[in-house]
């Protein structure tokens, strides 16, 4: 069995940073590519990035310049660093990753607000 965990989720100000993680642990052989979702209020989830098993991260353009994501392929771990921070990334994020199927974590709240 597969688990994937996300962790950091929390209530940032405005302009504020936040790093999110996600380790997947389990019954796994390998892991492909590696990302993150988001879905906010009345939203459809919508990709945010993600990262291939050799570190090539692609970007929604939306996201360029205030999300950075990267991988820890010793630790089954990929993290997501969200900068300037606005109550539009208000969200729940969702991590994921390819083994042999598409494997989700819980979701993590994150609420931008001041």
């Known amino acids: 069995q597969v688990q994937v965990v996300e962790s950091g989720r929390g209530l940032v100000q405005p302009g504020g940073s936040l790093r999110l993680s996600c380790e997947v642990s389990?019954?796994?052989?390998?892991?492909?590519?590696m990302g993150w979702y988001r879905q906010a209020p009345g939203k459809q989830r919508e990709l945010v990035a993600e990262?291939?098993?050799?570190?090539?991260?692609t970007y929604i353009d939306s996201m360029k310049g205030r999300f950075t994501i990267s991988r820890d392929n010793a630790k089954n771990t990929v993290y997501l660093q969200i900068n300037s921070l606005r109550p539009d990334d208000t969200a729940v994020y969702y991590c994921?990753?390819?083994?042999?199927?598409?494997?989700w974590g819980q979701g993590t709240q994150v609420t931008v607000s001041s």
């Open positions: 990262v291939t098993s050799g570190g090539t991260p």
């Open positions: 994921f990753a390819i083994t042999t199927r598409y494997v």
């Open positions: 389990g019954n796994i052989s390998s892991i492909g590519t």
